[in-house]
């Protein structure tokens, strides 16, 4: 039984794509990888999910299929050459975030494009965040200015 099945995912993401973390689970056995935990599966799937949650598989991108939550090689990475030390892509410019939108969200950016309010996804989503963070600003004057009026009165 060989271990290192955590630097062993993203080769394995990129040779079996769309997979769940119990289906990878089940190949790693098969190739070898192991556990010495009661129920090995288990274990090494909670392993995936626990390593891709905490953000220590920058190599491996997931999403939510008919409710599954399934992996996939990060954008770039279709041979699982990437590995978990290694930067973000170089061709990605200073600042980019790549972020799996929900559905309902996805839908919402698409329509303000549709309906030309911005010319692509990326400025939709721009102007989300921006009225996103004004928003949260106001709250904030908002908040600290019943803070004030509170010590006044308490005063």
């Known amino acids: 039984m060989s271990r290192g099945f955590t630097k062993q995912v993203p080769q394995l993401v990129a040779q079996h794509p769309g997979l769940t973390a119990n289906e990878l689970a089940v190949l790693a056995l098969q190739e070898g990888y192991g556990s010495s935990a009661r129920d090995p599966e288990y ?3 909670q392993t995936l999910l626990k390593e891709h949650r905490e953000g220590r598989l920058p190599c491996v991108e997931s ?3 008919n409710g599954k939550l399934r992996f996939w090689p990060a954008s770039g990475d279709t041979d699982g050459s ?3 030390a290694d930067a973000p892509s170089p ?8 972020v799996v939108l929900p559905d309902e969200l996805q839908g919402d950016v698409d329509a303000l494009v549709a309906v030309g309010v911005v010319p692509s996804r990326g400025e939709a989503l721009l102007l989300l965040a921006s009225k996103g963070s004004q928003t949260w600003v106001g709250l ?9 009026l509170k010590d006044r009165l308490v005063v």
Request: no cysteine; hydrophobic share 25%; glycine share 16%.
């Open 82 to 84: 990437r590995r978990m």
């Open 91 to 98: 061709g990605k410019p200073p600042g980019s975030v790549t």
């Open 63 to 65: 999403r939510r299929v």
């Open 43 to 45: 274990s090494l799937a």
């Open 140 to 148: 904030g004057d908002v908040r600290d200015g019943l803070r004030q």
